[in-house]
T-cell receptor, first 116, second 115 residues
Framework: AQSVAQPEDQVNVAEGNPLTVKCTYS??????LFWYVQYPNRGLQFLLK??????LVKGSYGFEAEFNKSQTSFHLKKPSALVSDSALYFC??????????????FGTGTRLTVIP | DTEVTQTPKHLVMGMTNKKSLKCEQH?????MYWYKQKAKKPPELMFV???????INESVPSRFSPECPNSSLLNLHLHALQPEDSALYLC??????????????FGPGTRLTVL
């Protein structure tokens, strides 16, 4: 089965500083990796995904992620954090049920707090 | 437009009630999903409809019953729920549910409380 891990429950960063939210993956075959953000009492918003190709993926709201095959990592980054980026961030990997149905396996989430 | 709508936003029900959650998308997607998210936990997939074919997470109890009347609508019928079923229920949709590149777009969720 495919899985992802987010080693940090909480990340604090000062406004204007670069931010990194970490994700490592364990897959058999080629990974399909995703980042989502969740604001309080809301659904998940898609940020970006890696399928194949360029290791640096650019997404919504100025976020980007770097796919690193040798380190099995897919860290989310932003050059300059905003207070409004404070939210819960989930890394996810495409998994598959026995009948072939797509399943998104989510990491445990990282709460990002941007300090003014 | 990547909007998925869910109704109601909040639902409180007793253990003997029957209720339904509704989800709708108008993006022409052919796959729709129900997820359950407990507080401070990641979402867990419960059901998938892809081209109206149902796939089930075998760990989901039978008191949850999905229905897909057409490719734009998804319901989740609830009957005889337990307090531990209290959670945020998320609906999502994607192009076709096939292949790994399919991006899922989520609705805002229904906050369910079972008394």
């Amino acid at each position: 089965a495919q899985s992802v891990a987010q080693p940090e429950d909480q990340v604090n960063v000062a406004e204007g500083n670069p931010l990194t939210v970490k994700c490592t993956y364990s897959v058999s075959g080629n990974p399909y990796l995703f980042w989502y953000v969740q604001y309080p009492n809301r659904g998940l918003q898609f940020l970006l995904k890696y399928i194949t190709g360029d290791n640096l993926v650019k997404g919504s709201y100025g976020f980007e992620a770097e796919f690193n095959k040798s380190q099995t990592s897919f860290h989310l980054k932003k050059p300059s954090a905003l207070v409004s980026d404070s939210a819960l961030y989930f890394c996810a990997v495409r998994d598959m049920w026995k009948d072939g149905a797509n399943n998104l396996f989510f990491g445990t989430g990282t709460r990002l707090t941007v300090i003014p | 437009d990547t909007e998925v709508t869910q109704t109601p936003k909040h639902l409180v029900m007793g253990m003997t009630n029957k209720k339904s959650l509704k989800c709708e998308q108008h993006m022409g997607h052919r796959a729709m999903y129900w997820y359950k998210q407990k507080a401070k936990k990641p979402p867990e997939l419960m059901f998938v409809y892809s081209y109206e074919k149902l796939s089930i997470n075998e760990s989901v109890p039978s008191r949850f019953s999905p229905e897909c009347p057409n490719s734009s609508l998804l319901n989740l019928h609830l009957h005889a729920l337990q307090p531990e079923d209290s959670a945020l229920y998320l609906c999502a949709s994607s192009q076709d549910g096939l292949g790994g590149a399919d991006t899922q777009y989520f609705g805002p969720g229904t906050r369910l409380t079972v008394l």
